[in-house]
């Protein structure tokens, strides 16, 4: 696609309930990200895969965080048990190639745990 | 990666030069400086990077001191537009051979004024 899109765009759920955010990176794009961002406050690592490959997964806060991208395009991001300071805005990010310096961020996923 | 310090807040006035600092005094050999801005709640979006050298682009100029212990992105004639939360980050770059994450801390709010 022209840029990475991300959905849902909104999504609200109830404390306890798993939620899955889906990433479609721009295509071709090798590299995929996945940040949480808190209102006021930069962008947070949370995992990125080469290809179907996670690389790092150092930034997820917890066992409930886990993403997978199966076939090295699409990234699915599930957040089981939601607590309701899980609520944030969740970005995904692709770049062309491995060392790509210019990374491209989707719009994120606006998630609200009530 | 290094971590960076950066003014909470500034203003310009709109058509003059817009010119954003940016301390990374721990940063080593083979990492590079970038920049991102974030408009409102859009995601982050890639302004420019450089090593040692100034570098310029259509969006703006980088300026790195010469131990690149600081450096210094210009807008040359900011708009109402250019109002933004701008990321200084210093990340290993693709001569090391690997992607790295972003790691943005809190970024400096301009505030571009009529």
């Known amino acids: 696609g022209a840029g990475v899109s991300q959905s849902p765009r909104y999504k609200v759920t109830k404390r306890g309930q798993d939620v899955a955010l889906r990433c479609d990176p721009i295509?071709?794009?090798?590299?995929l990200y996945w940040y949480r961002q808190a209102l006021g406050q930069g962008p947070e690592f949370l995992t990125y895969f080469n290809y179907e490959a996670q690389q790092d997964k150092s930034g997820l806060p917890n066992d409930r965080f886990s993403a997978e991208r199966p076939e090295g395009s699409i990234s699915t991001l599930t957040i089981q048990r939601t607590e309701q300071r899980d609520s944030a805005m969740y970005r995904c990010?692709?770049?062309?190639?491995?060392?790509?310096?210019?990374?491209?961020f989707g719009e994120g996923s606006w998630l609200t745990v009530v | 990666d290094a971590k960076t310090t950066q003014p909470t807040s500034m203003d310009c006035a709109e058509g003059r030069a817009a010119n954003l600092p940016c301390n990374h005094s721990?940063?080593?050999?083979?990492?590079?400086v970038y920049w991102y801005r974030q408009i409102h709640s859009q995601g982050p979006q890639y302004i420019i990077h450089g090593l040692k050298n100034n570098e310029t682009n259509e969006m703006a100029s980088l300026i790195i001191t010469e131990d690149r212990k600081s450096s210094t992105l210009i807008l040359p004639h900011a708009t109402l537009r250019d109002t933004a939360v701008y990321y200084c980050i210093v990340r290993v770059g693709v001569s090391s051979g690997s992607a790295r994450q972003l790691t943005f801390g809190s970024g400096t709010q301009l505030t571009v004024l009529p």
């Open positions: 295509s071709g794009h090798v590299s």
């Open positions: 721990t940063i080593s050999g083979n990492e590079y």
């Open positions: 990010a692709s770049s062309q190639t491995e060392t790509g310096n210019t990374i491209y």
